[in-house]
């Protein structure tokens, strides 16, 4: 690649192929090998490399990729010093924005967010899920799964 190249951050997973479809849309042909995190293009100025969603806007942050497709919530959780250009609103199922939710056994004793304080919550975002007891002023032992 030239160093006139843009370094552009994929997400690799379930949202991959609806990513490669929206770039095939916008007149793009992305190549991906099935052993290869490098995909190519047929714009000579592209550098891809394919990411989890969860670090691409950590690598943009840290100067690894100059851009990338990534959710805001991925973002906000590895709280990356980035700026968003645009909201994209694609994904593997439907165009409604991702939501988190809180959910426990249909039978628990817990109902309320403060019914929390002093549990153990597993979740993929460390960082969202403590931010949000926070903001209830609830302790809780939160680790991620």
């Known amino acids: 690649m030239s ?22 849309k916008a007149g793009w042909n992305i190549y991906v090998s099935s052993r290869s995190y490098k995909p190519t293009s047929d714009d000579k100025e592209l550098e891809l490399r394919l990411i989890r969603a969860q670090e691409i806007g950590r690598y943009v942050d840290h100067g690894f990729l100059d851009c990338g497709i990534t959710g805001k919530d991925w973002i906000a959780e590895n709280r990356a010093d980035v700026e968003v250009i645009c909201d994209l609103a694609y994904s593997r199922a439907s165009t409604n924005p991702t939501r988190w939710v809180l959910v426990v056994p249909e039978d628990s004793p817990i109902q309320t967010v403060q019914d929390l304080e002093g549990k153990r919550i597993a979740t993929e975002s460390v960082g969202l899920t403590n931010d949000f007891l926070k903001s209830k002023g609830v ?7």
């Open 3 to 24: 160093s006139q190249s843009l370094i552009l951050g994929l997400p690799k997973g379930s949202l991959q192929n609806a990513t490669l479809d929206l770039f095939e």
């Open 139 to 145: 302790n809780a032992e939160v680790e991620f799964s």
